[in-house]
């Protein structure tokens, strides 16, 4: 008897909302949801625990079932959001204990066997009062809700028709962007905008962008390289490494390519004038080597720029003020065509009176162009095996860091992330990587060569070195570029094999 | 009013390396419903599932979910299914490097939800679990019971319409068992459909709920009110 009577006062009141909720529901099945839960929320509330101080006069154990019962079919009835955790929260806050059928089972002892016999109780009240129960509201909910697409077998062949409800919370957030105004006024819309259910607001209006994301992530890869410092240090460190031996060749095969190239220069054959020379000749003298065979190009070196031009190479080594008068003298820089011209050329030119010294250094110069031809070869060779190697290694230690993590990458899955969601934070990880290792090798090489250069031209003056500020900033951006790609690519790569698994 | 929320027509599952799955199986369940899968190991009760949340892709015939056909459907839809869909396992399976919030909030994250909202629903959920005072530990330093909690809790954040839970009581000891086989049904009750796959013989007969056996990849028996009934489960699988 009990059991019947605080079921028989919660259905009036029940149907007062179900009949609300109907309303809602006919409107628009797909769209109303969120906004029926909005109303049925509070409501069932209210009804629930209007339910609850009635039936509190009862044995406890029946009526937990019976609250249970009416939770059980406001809830179904309304939507299916918000069920799981709010409805059940209304069911504790209706029990006004940890939950129902514990309730039942905490008043008698929590004792495992207690419990089996209140959960018995309660299968079997709701086997009793769901009958009762059913009739008066199911009626009017069965007109409400659109009915289960019937399903039949397809015939083969057939793709079976794309329905937005699995999709719908990425495209009800794009078309509930705007305020609820816009959707057609139902009597649910006023309750919703007076009391938004807090589960459903934020999916109607709030769409993240990309920087959310992106804060997101950046967030996350910081973490992640605080409780796993270990990996972290063995892709830096195998990065910077790398960067360090490819920035070291790189410095020293350039200025080797240089050098080759500066004393490849020498090949033109030096004309020094006599001291007797007048400078304002120079023009005539160049016009007459000119018209030698096989001359291309005669430049005038007068003794000022020469001078000039050796303090410079001096780089201030060697003080030059107390020279007063320039002992160097005035020449011409004859270019040829072609390197076996040179001898002849050298001999026609040594019979102007004026010539004082021909100077093209012949056999040198063959053993020059070979020398030069190997050097830059070489270079590119090495660079190159150290290029590949640097992304080899560097990737495969990427990938491993990777592979230690495939089963987080399996779980985030499951949990439904998409793709893109699971690799972010990966890629920025192997960019954040790669661009730390890179930066610390290139920062090493910079301060490196500062030093040495000064070392080298104390020792060997004339010696071409590439002075620092010419080189050093294409050395940070490659070394930074490369170690942001090979992290980026290798963490990408690496990821994508354990997303199509 | 029943309405079919999980559908299997004819659907058979072979693996790659050549074992059967799944033997054409034909199954409805219905929304709202709590349903026991019971089975020796290897009769498929996992493969089952893992059709439902399109782990694997039946070899044959076709899985509904709320109507859709989700062995049609586009890979790229695969992770909006499985945010509707709740799954726990017998091992647990949380990120072992975030804390117990974090893992809540890591589902809730993948689908966009506003960093505002989130502790809110987070906090929400965790106490549905009795856990909102242990929300900064690190699974490491959680009992089975209560790490299995977190993963019902991360299953629930999203209000999915069915709970899977493959053996959730496999690694508990009895009590926490039967907090877990308690928290499911009060999920059940507020509406979710919830499918549990379990050996556990005492869970199943006190809970008088529907239980499908399964043996050798088909289905034998379908009772609505069943008990583990040892003589339909058919002989053990030879080893």
Known sequence: MASIAPNNQPAPSDSAE??????????????????????????????????????????????????????????????????????????????????????????AGAAPQHSDTSLEQNGKAANKTEPKAAPAPAAKINDAVPPPPVLKPLPPGTAAPRKPALVQKSSSKKKNKKFPSIAPPSPGDAAAQAAPADDEAPRKRYTPSGGYYLECFLREVVTNIRRNPMMSIASISTAMVLALILGMFTLVIANLDQLAQELAREMQIKVYMANSFPSEEA?????????????????????????????????????????????LPDAFQVSVDDPKYLDDTAQRIHEITTVEKVDYGRDEA??????????????????????????????????????????????????????????????????????????????????????????????????????????????????TLMGCAVGAIGSLISVNRYLKA | MPEPIIQMHNVSLIYPNGTRGLNAIDMT????????????????????????????????????????????????????????????????????????????????????????????????ALTLVNLQDKADRLPNQLSGGEQQRVAIARALINDPIILLADEPTGNLDPDSSWDIMQILSKVNVSGTTVVVATHNQQLVDVMQKRVIVMNRGEMVQDVEHGRYATSALGPMPTL
Request: charged residues 20%.
């Open chain 2, 29 to 124: 369940i219905n929304r709202g419903e709590f349903v026991f899968l019971v089975g020796h190991t290897g009769s498929g009760k996992s493969s089952l599932m893992k059709l439902i949340y399109r782990e694997h892709d039946p070899t044959s015939g076709a899985v509904y979910v709320e109507g859709i056909e989700i062995s049609d459907m586009k890979r790229s839809q695969i992770p909006f299914l499985r945010r509707r869909i709740g799954v726990i396992f017998q091992d647990f399976r949380l990120l072992g490097h975030k804390t117990v919030y974090e893992n809540v909030a890591y589902a809730l994250q993948v689908t966009g939800v506003s960093r505002y909202v989130m502790p809110r629903k987070v906090n929400k």
């Open chain 1, 283 to 327: 023009q005539e003298c160049q016009e007459h080597l000119l018209r030698i065979e096989h001359v291309t190009g005669v430049v005038f070196v007068p003794k000022s720029e020469a001078f000039a031009k050796l303090r410079e190479r001096l780089g201030g080594r060697i003080s030059l003020e107390d020279i007063e008068q320039n002992p």
């Open chain 1, 18 to 107: 179900k009949r609300q909720l109907t309303a809602d529901s006919q409107d628009q099945p797909a769209e109303s949801r969120p906004q029926a839960a909005g109303p049925a929320a509070p409501n069932a509330e209210t009804a629930s625990a209007s339910a609850a101080s009635q039936s509190q006069s009862a044995a406890p154990g029946q009526d937990a079932g019976a609250t249970l019962n009416a939770a059980k079919d406001k809830a179904s009835s309304a939507a299916p959001e918000s069920r799981a955790i709010s409805a059940a929260s209304e069911a504790t806050s209706a029990g006004s204990q940890p939950a129902p059928a514990e309730a039942a089972s905490g008043q």
């Open chain 1, 366 to 479: 063959s053993k020059l162009l070979a020398l030069n031809k190997t050097v830059r070869l070489a270079g590119f060779v090495i660079l190159g095996l150290l290029f590949a190697s640097t992304i080899l290694i560097v990737s495969n230690t990427i990938r491993l860091t990777v592979f230690a993590r495939r089963k987080e990458i399996d779980i985030m899955q499951l949990v439904g992330a998409a793709d893109w969601f699971i690799r972010w934070p990966f890629i920025l990880e192997g960019v954040f990587q790669g661009l730390i290792g890179a930066s610390l090798s290139a920062l090493a090489l910079d301060l490196g060569y500062r030093l040495v250069v000064p070392h080298f031209q104390r020792s060997i003056a004339f010696i071409p070195v590439i002075l620092p500020n010419a080189i050093i900033p294409y050395l940070w951006l490659g070394l």
